[in-house]
Structures are given as structure tokens and as C-alpha cells.
Nanobody, 114 residues
């Protein structure tokens, strides 16, 4: 089990940028990590994923605007979000998964509003 704590959510204007952080209680080097989001009234959706073998995946809606990264030395996972739009408004969750077990953080709210 690994505990995950997200931070960095805020209210931001369209076109702005935000960087979310996810602090893990232990090393996640052997985990596939990802960011998921749940827009208001919608189901949770995968947004950005980083596998243990270095593959990165992004949903079509964020490709080219969001970047997922890890800092193995600090047990951290990040999501850099650029050129935000109102459609990016959601609760963002950090996830770490391996060997059939999955771990979630409590989420951080991102609101994009004029």
C-alpha cells in the first residue's frame, strides 16, 4: 500500500497554467502512476499515465497541454497543465498501481473560470 496526497489545485483563468503535485508515502518507481479527473456531474476519467517502462499516455483532450512527470528521489508525481480551459474543471486524483493493487489520493480541485 502507498498513500498519496495531492496538492496544487486552485482557481485559474482560461489560458492559465497550474502544476499539481502528488506526494507518495514510499517510492513509486515500480508503480504505474497516473492522474485522473472527475468533472462535475461526470465519471472519473484517465488523463495522463506514466508506466514503469517509461511510456507516457495522455487523453486526447489534454494531449499537447498536460505533462506528467516523476521525481523518484522525492517520491513525487507531477502534472503540469498549460493552456487551461473551462473543460478542465474537475477534481484531479493521483493513482499508483501495480500487481493488481491500486491506490488513490483524496483529490485536489481545479477550477478554470473567467
Amino acid at each position: 500500500q502507498v498513500q498519496l496526497v495531492e496538492s496544487g489545485g486552485a482557481v485559474v483563468r482560461p489560458g492559465g497554467s497550474l502544476k499539481l503535485s502528488c506526494a507518495a508515502s514510499t517510492s513509486v518507481s515500480s508503480y504505474t502512476v497516473g492522474w485522473y479527473r472527475q468533472p462535475p456531474g461526470k465519471v472519473r476519467e484517465s488523463t495522463a499515465i506514466s508506466t514503469t517502462w517509461g511510456e507516457l499516455w495522455y487523453s486526447d483532450s489534454v494531449k499537447g497541454r498536460f505533462t506528467i512527470s516523476r521525481d523518484a528521489a522525492k517520491n513525487m508525481v507531477y502534472l503540469q497543465m498549460n493552456n487551461l480551459t473551462t473543460a478542465d474543471t474537475a477534481i484531479y486524483y493521483c493513482n499508483a498501481m501495480k500487481s493488481g493493487s491500486t491506490n488513490w489520493g483524496q483529490g485536489t480541485q481545479v477550477t478554470v473560470s473567467p
